[in-house]
């Protein structure tokens, strides 16, 4: 199958700062990628959706000034929490389409952030 | 109610035991369905999608009932390496939006 990669897979970070997480599509062109957010012992729950070279979709109750996504390219999507908070503290997973809703998402293998 | 419902679970089967999944949709557009594997603390994996003709993968049979908005996954002979937890997810209209179940929690023991 498709290989995303999520950079980086784990950030422990101080209250305040931002934290920027990279996902990339290695082999092949990924015009739409999504961004997951999971709680422990909870679903993923979709914060976004990015299609290369446009603005990002977020869902219902999910900031975009705080987390802000650019898609600037076919195989490069980068997630940026700003001033992150403990709440902020998940597992982030990213994955990625090449755009036909028939198309099987490819999932990265998650970045955990710790908040402190 | 829930887009996507699914059982939580826990399964607890013993090795070689069979065991089915349900996961009911609630939107009736909804055009194409899969069965997703998550272990602990790792991204999801697909295992399969679903078709309305039903298709199988060695073990593993996943069905789709549109009349009745479900989606099931039978697991035969089950291993060790089945403990997971499986993800029913559900794609539907306006931006090919993605809707995942919550899972359900199946572990099986020796």
């Known amino acids: 199958g498709a290989v995303v990669s999520q950079h980086p897979s784990w950030v422990i970070c101080k209250s305040g700062t931002s934290v920027k997480i990279e996902c990339r599509s290695l082999d092949f062109q990924a015009t739409t990628m999504f961004w997951y957010r999971q709680f422990p012992k909870q679903s993923l729950m979709l914060m976004a959706t990015s299609n290369e070279g446009s603005k990002a979709t977020y869902e219902q109750g999910v900031e975009k000034d705080k987390f802000l996504i650019n898609h600037a390219s076919l195989t490069l999507s980068t997630l940026t929490v700003t001033s992150a908070h403990p709440e902020d503290s998940s597992f982030y997973i990213c994955?990625?389409?090449?755009?036909?809703?028939?198309?099987?998402?490819?999932f990265g293998p998650g970045t955990r952030l710790l908040v402190l | 109610r829930k887009e996507v419902e699914q059982d939580p679970g826990p399964f607890n089967v013993p090795e070689g035991a069979t065991v089915a999944f349900n996961c009911t949709y609630s939107?009736?557009?909804?055009?194409?369905f899969f069965w997703y594997r998550q272990d602990c603390r790792k991204e999801p994996k697909l295992l399969m999608s679903v078709y309305s003709s039903g298709n199988e993968d060695g073990r593993f049979t996943a069905q789709l009932n549109r009349a009745s908005q479900y989606i099931s996954l039978l697991i035969r002979d089950s291993k060790l390496s089945d403990s997971a937890t499986y993800l029913c997810?559900?794609?539907?209209?306006?931006?090919?939006?993605?809707?995942f179940g919550a899972g359900t929690r199946l572990f099986v023991k020796a």
């Open positions: 997810v559900v794609k539907g209209t306006g931006g090919f939006k993605t809707i």
């Open positions: 994955s990625a389409s090449s755009g036909s809703i028939e198309e099987t998402q490819y």
């Open positions: 939107n009736s557009a909804s055009q194409s």
